[in-house]
C-alpha cells in the first residue's frame, strides 16, 4: 500500500485535469495527478498506426478556442492550418455528385435562402441564449422542451432546409440524433462556438492543427509532474468531508489532500464509489449527462490524389453514412490522408457490419466523394471511442431533453472538497479542448482562491 499526501489529487489526465494540476502547482501547491490510462492526454491521442501519425481523438482549433491557443503557444508548440484549396462535394441525397466553392452545401436557391433564413435566426437566439448560463434566458423552460428536430419542423416546412441546418449540431457536434436533444442545448452549444453560423463554417471550427499532434500539450504539461503523475491508477473510490479526501485508486495507492479535482467526464462520475455517497440531486442530475457517438475514420494513400483534381479533400452528404470527409494530411507530409465521420445513428448501425463489410463500405463512400483511388489506402484506421472503458462515446457529454433548465446551475459547483473539470461542464469552448482548458483552469481558481481566504 503506497500512501501519499498532497495539497490537492487531481483525477484524469485529459487536458482539463493536467491543465488543473498545472495551474495549482504554478500557485505553489503539491498535487498528484490520477490516470487510469496508460498514457496521458484523454480524449486527445495521437497515435502511430502502421507508421503513420494519426489524430485518434481532438485535433482541430477555432479562432473562437483563445484559451487553447494561447496554452498551445505558451507549450512552445505551433500550429498550422488544413488543406482546403479546390472544390468541395457534396453528395446528395438523390444520389447525384455535386462539386462546389464556399461553406454553403449546393441547393435549389429556395432551400438556399431558407438555410440562410433559418441560420441568421439560430444565430440571433444563440447570442441571446449564450454559452454560460443557458438556463436564465427567459424562454429557458420552453426551449429546453422541444427537441430541435420539431423546432425545425415548426419554423420551416423545407426538408432539405431542414436536414442541412441539423447536421450542424446534430451531426458534426452533439453527435445525437435531433429529436434527443433540447433546442436550448442545440444554441447552447452554437453559443460555446461563438454563433450557429460558425458550426456551418467548416473553415472556421476546423481551422488549425498542433504540428506533431494534439497530444503534446497533455504531454507537455505533464512533462513537470514526475514522480506526481500516476498513470494506471484507475480511481475506485472517494472519502470525502469537510476535512478533506482521500482517493483510492488501483495498485493499493491512496492519496490523502484537502481537495480534489474530478476531471473525468460526467458520464464516467458513477463509475467511481462515493463515500459518503453523492447528495441525491446530484446522482439524479449525472444520469441526464450521456456521450453522443461518433466514428472518426482515417485512410492514408501514398499521394494527396484529390488535390491534382482540383478538390480540397472536404465533402458532405446527407445520407451516405460518411457524412464528413476532410484533408487531414500531417504537416510538412506528401502524402495524403483523409478522415471522415459517421455519426449518431448511422455510427450504431455500422457497428452492426462485421470489420471487413464495414471496411469496404466506408471506402465505397470515400470513392464516391474523391474518386476510385481512394478505394485502397496504405493505412485504415477507425476511432472507437465508444470501447474505450474511460470514455464511452465521442465527442463529448450534453444533456437529455430538458436536463440544462433542470440541473444546469449546479452541474459545474463544487460539491465540499470536490470540484469538477471537464470540457462537458464547459460553456465557452463546451466539447473541445478549449472547454477543456478552461474548466481546468476554473477548478484550479476555485481551489486557490479557497485557500487563500481561510
Ligand atoms: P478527457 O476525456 O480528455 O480526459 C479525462 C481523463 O480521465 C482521461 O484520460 C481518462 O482516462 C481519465 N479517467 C476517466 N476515469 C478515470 C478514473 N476513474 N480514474 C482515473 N482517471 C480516469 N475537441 C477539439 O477541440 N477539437 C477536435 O477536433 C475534437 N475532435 C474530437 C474527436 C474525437 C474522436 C473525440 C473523442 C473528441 C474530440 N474532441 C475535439 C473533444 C476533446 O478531445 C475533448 O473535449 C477533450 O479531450 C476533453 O478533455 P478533458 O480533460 O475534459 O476529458
Known amino acids: 500500500m503506497s ?16 491543465t488543473a494540476a498545472a495551474e495549482l502547482r504554478k500557485a505553489g501547491l503539491s498535487v498528484a495527478v490520477l490516470e487510469a490510462r496508460d498514457r496521458v492526454g484523454g ?12 489524430e485518434i481523438g481532438g485535433q482541430w ?13 505558451e507549450l512552445g508548440l505551433e500550429t498550422f492550418s488544413r488543406y482546403r ?25 429556395a ?31 420552453e426551449l429546453d422542451a422541444i427537441p430541435f428536430s420539431i423546432w425545425l419542423e415548426r419554423q420551416s416546412d423545407d426538408e432539405y432546409a431542414r436536414e442541412t441546418v441539423s447536421f450542424y449540431v446534430s451531426g458534426a457536434m452533439l453527435t445525437k440524433p435531433a429529436h434527443t436533444f433540447s433546442t436550448l442545448q442545440a444554441l447552447q452549444m452554437a453559443a460555446a462556438q461563438s454563433s450557429f453560423t460558425a458550426l456551418a463554417t467548416d473553415t472556421f471550427m476546423l481551422d488549425k492543427r498542433v504540428i506533431g499532434g494534439m497530444q503534446q500539450v497533455s504531454q507537455r504539461l505533464a512533462a513537470g509532474l514526475g514522480d506526481d503523475l500516476h498513470l494506471n491508477s484507475p ?16 495498485g493499493e495507492l491512496r492519496v490523502r489532500a484537502e481537495r480534489v479535482v474530478l476531471a473525468v467526464p460526467p458520464n464516467l462520475y458513477s463509475t467511481i464509489s462515493f463515500d459518503p455517497p453523492m447528495p441525491r440531486r446530484r446522482h439524479q442530475m449525472y444520469q441526464h449527462m450521456s456521450f453522443g457517438f461518433v466514428v472518426k475514420v482515417h485512410a492514408v494513400y501514398s499521394t494527396p490524389f484529390w488535390r491534382a483534381k482540383g478538390l480540397s479533400g472536404t465533402g458532405f452528404s446527407d445520407t451516405d453514412f460518411v457524412s464528413e ?4 494530411t500531417n504537416h510538412g507530409m506528401d502524402n495524403g490522408a483523409l478522415v471522415g465521420f459517421i455519426a449518431g445513428a448511422q455510427a ?10 464495414r471496411r469496404r463500405a466506408i471506402l465505397a463512400c470515400l470513392v464516391k466523394y474523391l474518386g476510385p483511388e481512394a478505394a485502397n489506402p496504405e493505412v485504415y484506421y477507425e476511432s472507437d471511442w465508444g470501447a474505450e472503458e474511460w470514455t464511452r462515446g465521442a465527442y463529448g457529454v450534453s444533456f437529455d431533453l430538458g436536463g440544462l433548465t433542470r440541473y444546469g446551475r449546479d452541474h459545474r459547483e463544487p460539491l465540499g472538497p470536490i470540484h469538477f473539470a471537464c470540457s462537458d461542464l464547459a460553456g465557452h469552448g463546451f466539447q473541445h479542448v478549449d472547454g477543456a482548458v478552461r474548466m481546468g483552469k476554473r477548478a484550479a481558481a476555485a481551489i486557490v482562491s479557497q485557500r487563500t481566504l481561510v
Request: hydrophobic share 45%; charged share 25%; glycine share 8%.
Open 3 to 18: 500512501v501519499i499526501t498532497r495539497d490537492v489529487v487531481v483525477v484524469g489526465a485529459g487536458p482539463s485535469g493536467l
Open 61 to 73: 482549433l477555432s479562432p473562437h478556442h483563445t484559451a487553447a491557443l494561447e496554452l498551445v503557444a
Open 325 to 328: 470527409i476532410y484533408d487531414n
Open 235 to 250: 480511481v475506485r473510490r472517494i472519502e470525502w468531508s469537510d476535512a478533506g479526501v482521500t482517493v483510492f485508486a488501483d
Open 85 to 109: 484549396d479546390g472544390r468541395s462535394v457534396y453528395l446528395a441525397a438523390d444520389g447525384v455528385r455535386h462539386e462546389f466553392t464556399g461553406d454553403v452545401f449546393p441547393a435549389p436557391e
Open 348 to 357: 450504431d448501425a455500422v457497428f452492426e457490419m462485421s470489420p471487413e463489410d
Open 43 to 54: 480524449r486527445t491521442w495521437t497515435g502511430d498506426i502502421d507508421g503513420a501519425m494519426i
Open 111 to 141: 432551400t438556399a435562402k431558407e438555410i440562410d433564413r433559418l441560420l441568421a435566426l439560430l444565430d440571433e437566439l444563440a447570442a441571446e441564449v449564450g454559452a454560460e448560463e443557458p438556463w436564465t434566458h427567459p424562454n429557458a423552460e
